[in-house]
């Protein structure tokens, strides 16, 4: 599975933004997908995961802010962030996996999004 995410960018705090994670390779229904996000000087941490039986999981840093979701029809996930704050500046990575339990090893190349105040 090859993933591609885009939709960062710079945005003011409070405001919204949609993160999208296209898939390709590989039937994508089968797969769960997460969001990950690495701050400045920070290791990355798992966010959210949306699973392939529909179960979602959300860190307590986002829930309620931020939801993820998937359209497996178009072979992609997305991560509408609502309520930004500064921070929520961080690299965004979509990753996916085939097999559970087990480790994420498919990832996109990760897009940058920038909170200011």
């Known amino acids: 599975v090859q993933l591609q995410a885009s939709g960062g960018g710079l945005v003011q705090a409070g405001s919204s933004l949609r993160l999208s994670c296209a898939a390709s390779?590989?039937?994508?229904?089968?797969?769960?997908t997460a969001w990950f996000r690495q701050g400045p000087g920070k290791e990355r941490k798992l966010l959210t995961s949306?699973?392939?039986?529909?179960?979602?999981y959300y860190a307590d840093s986002v829930k309620g802010r931020f939801t993820i979701s998937r359209d497996n029809a178009k072979n992609t996930v997305y991560l509408q962030m609502n309520s930004v704050k500064p921070e929520d500046t961080a690299v965004y990575y979509c990753?996916?996996?085939?097999?559970?339990?087990?480790?994420?090893?498919?990832w996109g190349q990760g897009t940058l999004v920038t909170v200011s105040s």
């Open positions: 949306s699973w392939s039986t529909g179960s979602t």
């Open positions: 990753a996916a996996r085939a097999a559970r339990p087990g480790d994420y090893n498919y």
């Open positions: 390779g590989q039937t994508f229904s089968s797969y769960d």
